[in-house]
């Protein structure tokens, strides 16, 4: 394994690629009790439809949520998800549009319980009974969703921003289409995204990186399967689809989420750049020590609940800006003037250097977070970078830069406004 | 790790938890007060109208521009309650020397900030200023009005207000809309004021600083805190027994598709000289882990639920298990939460998932020494319990729980209120339109 040292955030990284295509990233940390692991696979809810061996495939809507439910049955009647609690470790899976992840934490036992995550999720496993029974479970659990008006708003926001593109439609399906869900449609699934080539596993804690290259090498042997290539369909505009949407739910403050479409590059340090100026320039815009945030917060139009977060899967990206307010559509207004005034008078000298600055604390923040790191690292490790070069690169980033990334990609017609309100009394 | 604790000034104790392994520092300051339906709310406002502003820094702009410049500290408003008591302060944290450029020492700059939101807020004649009082009013009363949005939140909370409805434990940690409202800036500087009178108050900190310069650095900015009769009396009443012979029963009809049981119920005697090892593996393998029985019977065996766990409320005496379910599994779900606490009463706990339950609950202890915050919120409820032992002390304790231990709270363990969120539109013959 390679290592590197990354003195200025005190981490060291062993990284290498298995001959059967895996991606292994580990970060030892002495001192601390939790081990942490997660495997990952380059799949995610908007690879529905997807070529491999020369063959288009097409799946139904939920597919990828379904599997993860479902591979934590092993051929035996064992359920991974028991086992590895049983050995006093503390596993989970998620699902989003771009990946599913595997991961546990523990103390103690954690070769053991690597072994096990590795095992499990190499093991494919379904039959129709425990499918039809987990068509029950996940039904519940979309409906659960359907009375979410976090999920509401999230949803209607990607509809009116996506006119086809998959991550447009919720990860877990409708109930009507996990309905068209078979066991087969699941070990074509597996067969195509789970082989080791596209996959990563990604390690944290007070670890022996050799050991657990052996361990990855052991339980996943070396054959090295094609990658499948997703179809996420056409290219989409830049310009949303639908700019204005509300609906009404049982909610106490209305929720509302402004989004805007960006041109994701395609993977390297390219992307990592964009994604670090993407939320740089946002930092600047509309954090916490920004005029507009502030200005707002006092007139009582925001409140804490307020936040940006830029999502970039699946070959998007996404920025989304929102929170709780009475008058949504004055903060979008207030918002498109700010943008305005960037564009007639650039971005304050002193402010871009604050931000710049201010970074270090949540940069160091998120590194103590195993789980973070680690999804960070896999996320890393598809697009084409290291995370943990993150802090030079930012240092690069220009108020030039900053300033073009507003302009462009917030510009009045570009946004999207999704509002959640109160049912009428 | 190395814990040590000091009374730094009349009734100010700082327990201070040196650790190399962090690559930022943490720190708190905390304000402890008895929960009580009437003040609940002021104190849960004051650090959020603190926060706004300072004599230095007299808005959250600038605020928030020193916080960036003291490269990315956070110092944000923290109100919870453990049992009834109700902490209100800061929690900060910032990096550590060795991330910055050379020279630079934040702790003296950081703990002055935290102490000046306390001790220094922007002011007009001595008075907190009215449009901050009334914005941050504002504020808290659109959360507690949308405590609704979080349905699983919304019914624990529910549940809890019925169960304790002659307690003060029913009272959230930010209080009620109708003490919300009465609340103006005059009368709130006066509380704030007392507050600072009589308070106890909790320092924490966590990071590579020794004892001795943190507790410099907090003696000095502490120096002008007023200080009058401290009030050392606070605590939580912890009620044994149900309220009535049977379970009571709530029912609340809102617009949603799932449905929502809580059974609240009080872990009686055992609360008279809490084994606080032992009920954390009582719940473990009740209802919190993920080899529970609820988890295993409810949801995996029966599909009655989406989810089914159980949550201790240690300092308060009560367990409360949530279940999403769908309308017509009422009365499954119930009797079968029912029957699982029953097969722990007749000692029907497998070695496997006694063994698992303390696996976990000790790993998770031990897990909590990685995280600062964690760190803060266990020290934090250990000084009020009056203990000074740490995680990894306790995790050692979960070793020598027994089953009999186990079994004898399940004994113990009393239901109380049986609450059901259920929807508007469900078919019902008797009310149905003609």
Redesign the interface.
Known sequence: MQSRDYP???EKLYSTVLENGLRLNVVP?A????RYAVFAANYGGAHRRFRLEGETVDTPAGVAHFLEHKMFDLPNGDNA??IL???????NAFTSSGVTCYYF????GFEENLRMLLHFVSTPYFTAETVE?EQ??IA??I??G??S??SAVYYNLMAMLYAHHPVRDKVAGTVESISHITHETLYACHKAFYAPSNMALCVEGDVDPAEIERIAREVLGTSCAPVPEADFGPEESLLPVEPLRRES?????P?FLIGAKLKAEKGGQAAMRQRLLARLALRILCG????FY?RL????VL??NFDYDIDFSAGTGTIIIGG?SRLPEQVMQEFSREVEKVRAQGLSEAAFQ??K?????????A??D?ENVCVSLAIGLFDGYCAFDSMPVLQNISRRECEDFITENLAAERLALSIIQA?AV | MEYSRTELLPGVFLSHLRS?????ACMSLTLLTQLRRESASMNALIPYVLRRGTTGYG???AL??R????????IEPVVRRVGEIQCIGFYG????E???PAGERLLPSAVGLMVDMLLSPNTRGGLLLP?YVD?EK??LL??L?????D?RGYSLSRCIEEMCCYEDFAVSRLGSEEEAENINYKKLTRHYRELLQKCPVELFYCGKAEMKQVSAAFREALASLPRGEIDYDLGTDIRMNAVEEQPRYVEER?????GKLVMGFRLGECMEEPDVAAIHVFNNVYGS???SKLF?NV?EKL?L??YASSIAYIHKGLLLVAS?I?FDKFEAARDEIFTQLEAMRQGEISD?EF??AK??V???L??L????GELEGFYLAQVLDGLDYGPMELAELVEDVTKEDIVQIARSVECDMIYFLRGLDEEETDDAEP
């Open positions: 200025n955030i005190g940390k001192g601390f009790s939790t998800l028991n609690s049983a050995n006093g470790a503390d596993p934490q523990c103390t103690e029974k029950g479970i519940q659990e409906m659960m359907e009375d008006p976090d739910m049982e909610v106490a403050a929720l916490a020590s920004s005029d502030s917060y006092a007139q009582g409140n804490r709780e604050q931000a600055r201010a970074t270090l604390g949540s940069t160091l923040r590194l103590e195993f049912k | 190399d392994k962090f690559k930022t808005d959250m702009e928030s521009r916080m960036d410049e003291l490269y990315g500290t956070a944290s910032f990096p550590e060795d991330y910055l449009q914005s504002e504020k659109e959360r009005r949308s405590r609704i949005n349905k809102l617009d949603v598709s799932q882990g993920s080899t295993m949801r599909s639920c989406y999403g769908e496997e063994i698992a696996r976990c000790a790993s998770d031990r897990s020494t990685d995280s600062q």
